[in-house]
């Protein structure tokens, strides 16, 4: 998914994306580009349980 593909989703639709993405152990530049877009959108990262690593 490109950056742009990225923007379009919505907040919980990329937060569902991060999670799976996390659980399926895909690419951690994908799983950062989407961590980034949390970040850029405020969401709190705090209600994310699950991290990469």
């Known amino acids: 998914m490109s ?3 990225i923007k379009q ?4 639709l990329l937060i ?3 999670h799976k993405a996390i659980e ?3 690419s ?4 950062l580009q989407m ?9 709190n990262m705090d209600n994310l349980a699950i991290q990469v690593g």
């Open 3 to 5: 950056d742009r593909g």
């Open 9 to 12: 989703l919505s907040d919980s």
């Open 16 to 18: 569902q994306s991060y």
């Open 24 to 26: 399926l152990n895909l």
């Open 28 to 31: 951690e530049d994908f799983i």
């Open 35 to 43: 961590r980034e877009e949390l970040i850029a959108r405020s969401i």
